[in-house]
């Protein structure tokens, strides 16, 4: 009797588990597990339309962005499209006082005039297959987490020599199921990527700040790139010989636009998620990791917003930076609130309950997974004291371009050997670093951040993890404003000119100097204090969690065997499906499913740094000049659904049933950005900017027809 009741219990609960909108699928699974379902909520198209290794299909014209974003072909001739903050880095460094890409927007009115990113590419997926026997041979449960790792690595070069591919393909070997399965991807990765077109950021990043994460949105939140290749359509570095590439596939556009509860998905390379986590580890995130994080970025945006505000030339070096750093620092905010919301800790308590009482009633459960959220719970236990420290140390050093300087020094001498020749090409590479470091740096911006962060260093942190040095130069000059300005004022790691010249005469007499600069002395400390106090014993702990994490997982697996699971983002290709629908995130408040140009105008603030209109789409909204994109004398702008995405997935193609380009994924909204913890499909919604709002832009506010004649656009 306690049996079937149990089992009842389960089927319950199992129901609930496996919802349609939550997932992040394999594409070369979806015929298994997904395509029924999916039909069933209004897809036209079979599995084999999406992926298919012996035709073209819808996985041909997506493609990994520099492998933080996702971008899709829209045209024969290579041409791609994207979010505008994944091109931004691209837009922000062709952009100068004189020639502001970023305020303006740019479109190239030919291919001639398109322009160059070196060090940005493009991968498309070929194929993709279970290779988890052969990276998993000889792996056995007694290894320790040390040898484990070398023998898969082992493995994975042993099948990477052996695989049949072509020259001009790589293979990639990704973990999925916290190492319970592995599969392996042909991929073909172009490096010539041209910058095609981009808005002006009022309507490209419209909102900025402010809007980001939240809905309702009215972002064009777009830009377009070119893929080109070599004679013969291959991928080849950059070379102006180099040809548009001719895809395999290009997406339709379609200009119906959707209703609510019409299907919908997202393709795309979501990066990392965290869905099967024991309920101790969320915990830890809300009330340990998230608020240290949020804290720091907190005086991270104080400090440059500042500056950023006051001088245009800062605003332009550190616009990409500032971008990034506040985009996460807002999400974990509306993540913890999120969690909190919906009950997330209460949810996988749930969860652990069931777990533990399904494998009670299965000896061979309780044999093999009896202990494991104890060990687990005890694991996280060890890792608690250590937490502040560890992400302090990760989120202040990068912010202190100094630090990233010596940083780059400190790696480059740890290379060093008796091969003059290889020592100079290294020099070389480490100059160009440093370039780069300084195109997007100004001292005073950096020096206050220094004075800024080791302040909360000092003062939030155990003495034992806190650096001896740093303590000895606040000793010694009484302030950390003081310290700052000691070290900045004799520091020579930015002087690169003088760094050039010294590594040209003598590159040991340049590491003797450098080995001892004041900067470079202080991050040395931080440096070993952080990896003997703190880093050694992570490790340990953390490699005992991946194995616990990796059991679990496999326990999960097994002893929920009714329920679909899909692995967690990995940055490897993803199908999201779900319906176009609104969302209530308080009582008696309803958002609606679509925005339009109207919203644009509520909230235009002239001369606003986040709300301001360029005049030309004030006057196109005026004259309600929308085009063939318009509908009944609206302009529709944004748009949002289920589909369950995740960073990474910016730029993705909203696809509707027969697999036309309707939108571009861009954001999800604030109530639900724990989706990457906890997805609540009554409240997590992903945001697109919908393709008529896209291709108005292009042809009616900048002109830009001959792209939209490259296009295949679908009217009816
Ligand atoms: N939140 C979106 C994402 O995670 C958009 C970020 C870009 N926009 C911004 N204002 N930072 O990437
Ligand atoms: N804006 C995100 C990105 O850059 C997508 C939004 C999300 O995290 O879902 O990938």
Redesign the pocket.
């Known amino acids: 009797m306690k049996k079937v009741i149990l089992g009842f219990i389960a089927i319950l609960f199992l129901s609930v588990q496996t919802k349609a909108d939550e997932g992040m699928w394999l594409p070369q699974l979806l015929q298994t597990l997904n395509e029924k379902e999916m039909r069933k909520m209004g897809m036209k198209l079979h599995a084999s339309d999406i992926y298919n290794i012996n035709k073209g299909s819808l996985k041909d014209a997506i493609v990994s962005l520099g492998g933080f ?1 996702t971008a899709e072909v829209i045209s024969d001739k290579g041409l791609i499209l994207t ?1 505008h ?2 091109g931004f880095d691209a837009i922000q460094n062709h952009s100068t006082l004189e020639n502001n890409y970023i305020k303006n927007g740019f479109w190239a009115a030919n291919n001639n005039s398109e322009l160059t990113n070196p060090g940005l590419f493009v991968s498309f997926i070929i194929n993709i297959e279970d290779f988890t026997d052969q990276v998993l041979r000889g792996v056995s449960k007694e290894l320790s987490e040390k040898d484990r790792q070398a023998m898969i690595e082992k493995n994975i070069a042993q099948i990477k020599k052996e695989y049949k591919k072509e020259t001009y393909q790589d293979i990639i070997v990704r973990s999925f199921f916290d190492g319970n399965k592995y599969y392996l991807f042909v991929t073909e990765t172009y490096k010539d990527v041209r910058l095609v077109g981009a808005p002006p950021a009022s309507i490209g990043n419209f909102g900025k700040d402010t809007d980001n994460w939240m809905w309702p949105r009215h972002t064009g939140d777009f830009s377009m790139f070119r893929i080109y290749a070599d004679k013969n359509n291959k991928p080849a570095s950059y070379s102006p010989d180099n040809v548009p590439y001719i895809p395999k596939r290009s997406l339709n556009i379609s200009l119906k636009g959707l209703k609510e509860n019409d299907f919908t998905m997202v393709m795309g390379f979501p ?1 990392r998620t965290n869905e099967y986590l024991p309920s101790y580890a969320i915990k830890q995130i809300m009330e340990i990791s998230n608020p240290a994080k949020i804290k720091i970025r907190h005086q991270v945006l104080d400090v440059m917003g500042a500056f950023m505000r006051k001088d245009e030339l800062i605003k332009i070096k550190y616009a990409a930076k500032y971008a990034n750093i506040e ?1 996460a620092y807002k ?1 974990w905010q509306g993540e913890l609130l999120g969690l909190q919301k919906s009950n997330g800790i209460k949810k996988k308590l749930d969860y652990e309950i069931e777990f533990k009482k399904l494998i009670s009633n299965n000896a061979e459960w309780q044999n093999n997974y009896g202990n494991i959220l104890d060990d687990l719970s005890k694991a996280y236990g060890d890792l608690e004291p250590l937490i502040v420290s560890r992400d302090y140390y990760n989120e202040i050093m990068p912010r202190i371009e100094l630090f990233n300087l010596a940083s780059a020094f400190n790696g480059l001498f740890k290379t060093y050997s008796n091969d003059s020749a290889s020592n100079n090409k290294k020099n070389q590479e480490l100059i160009e670093k440093i370039e780069d470091i300084l195109k997007e740096y100004d001292p005073a911006v950096d020096k206050k951040l220094f004075a800024t962060l080791m302040d909360l260093y000092i003062k939030d942190q155990h003495s034992e993890y806190i650096s001896p040095k740093l303590l000895e130069l606040i000793n010694e000059y009484k302030d950390i404003n003081k310290v700052a300005d000691y070290i900045y004022a004799n520091s020579k790691l930015t002087n690169i000119e003088s760094i050039k010249k010294m590594f040209e005469n003598s590159p040991m007499v340049a590491m003797d100097l450098i080995k001892n600069d004041p900067a470079f002395l202080l991050y040395i400390n931080i440096y070993n204090t952080y990896m003997k106090e703190t880093s050694s014993y992570v490790l340990d702990i953390q490699a005992k969690i991946n194995r616990l994490q990796r059991n679990y997982m496999e326990a999960q697996l097994t002893v929920f065997s009714n329920k679909r699971f899909y692995p967690d983002a990995n940055s490897t290709l993803r199908v999201a499906y779900g319906k176009v629908k609104g969302y209530a995130p308080k009582d008696a408040l309803q958002y609606n499913f679509y925005t339009y140009m109207d919203g644009i105008m509520e909230k235009y603030k002239p001369g606003d740094y986040e709300f301001d209109v360029p005049q030309k789409l004030i006057d196109l909204y005026n004259a309600k000049d929308f085009g063939q994109y318009g509908v009944n004398g609206k302009q529709p702008v944004c748009f949002i659904a289920t589909n369950h ?6 730029g993705s193609p909203a696809l509707d049933a027969k697999g036309n380009l309707v939108g571009l ?4 909204v604030w109530e639900g ?1 724990m989706s990457d913890i906890n997805y609540d499909p009554t409240i997590c919604r ?1 945001v697109m900017v919908d393709i008529r709002y896209v291709l108005f832009i292009i042809d009616k506010f900048a002109g830009a027809h001959h792209l939209i004649e490259e296009m295949k656009l679908v009217r009816r």
């Open positions: 974003c979010n903050h994944c990066g985009n999400k995405t995740t960073g990474g997935n910016s994924n861009f954001d999800r950005t992903n």
